[in-house]
């Protein structure tokens, strides 16, 4: 699938490349040099949406690392999840587990410290008349793969995979397909390097990130996202819902169980998945 795909075209999976790459169907892997067609930088929270982009990228890519942003959230309870899922991950995936090398955590709390947001102060989460929810922190997602690109330059891994989405989404406009596709540019021209900016959930629901998770992990992987990962704006894991953890009100809570009774009610967990 990589040789059909074009900077300008509409990537089905949100897979940006340039089209120089002539890779068959069956050749999964760009014809780029070994070093940079092998590695990739995930950009990890611990959270779901980038547990299945982990999976996904420790399914597609050689060699995988994992990078954390420490912007002044004001819970660390999803940071703190992080190298559970990453220990798991490895446990329960023995061949992921040979892919997986190191994780990185980047202190960016200063970023936090611009953004007077409920996510990084104790304001009630509201939307606010921009259309936005209060959680918004401007330009979080820009800083975040800068951040990767510089970090990836330095390690060697030219593929950087986030897992913002445009479906289920809340607005944010740094999670928009046009700006990441318009930053990858800019990565590019400012580092000289193809990078490429892999979105494996831009245009997935979030029963179709479950869906996607089945496909990749089966129902092991599905069980970790319940048990070990965390979206709650509010930091909560007093209660264990059918979805997982969390307060089940603030807006992720709402999404994450919306989409998973969703993906029940489709009955997509009970056939023989199919596998990447
Ligand atoms: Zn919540």
Redesign the pocket.
């Known amino acids: 699938m990589w040789g059909r795909l074009s900077l300008g075209g509409a990537e089905a999976e949100g897979v940006y490349v340039t089209g120089h790459e002539t890779a068959s169907e069956s050749d999964p892997m760009p014809a780029e040099p070994l070093e940079y067609a092998t590695g990739a930088l995930v950009l990890f929270s611990g959270g779901q949406d980038s547990t299945v982009c982990l999976g996904y990228a420790l399914d597609r890519y050689v060699r995988v690392e994992t990078v954390g942003f420490d912007y002044g959230q004001r819970h660390g309870i999803e940071l703190d999840c992080r190298q559970r899922v990453r220990d798991m991950i490895a446990r329960q995936f023995p061949q992921w587990g040979e892919r997986l090398g190191p994780d990185h955590r980047i202190d960016i709390s200063s970023f936090g410290a611009i953004g007077d947001t409920s996510l990084t102060s104790d304001a009630e989460i509201v939307m606010l008349d921009s259309g936005l929810p209060s959680t918004f922190v401007p330009g979080r997602n820009l800083a975040f793969f800068v951040y990767a690109a510089a970090l990836g330059y330095r390690r060697g891994l030219t593929t950087l995979v986030g897992g913002m989405c445009e479906t289920d989404y809340s607005g944010y406009p740094d999670c928009r397909d046009v700006t990441l596709r318009a930053l990858q540019e800019a990565i590019r021209l400012g580092t000289e390097v193809d990078f490429t900016i892999d979105t494996p959930l831009m245009w997935r629901c979030k029963a179709e990130t479950w869906a996607l998770a089945y496909e990749l992990g089966g129902e092991a992987l599905v069980n970790l996202i319940l048990e070990e990962t965390h979206t709650?704006?509010?930091g909560?894991r007093g209660t264990r819902h059918a979805w997982g953890y969390?307060?089940?009100?603030?807006p992720?809570?709402v999404l994450r169980a919306k989409g998973f009774a969703e993906w029940q009610a489709s009955g997509a967990e009970a056939g023989n998945p199919r596998r990447g």
């Open positions: 709650c704006y509010k909560e969390g307060c089940g009100e603030c992720a809570c």
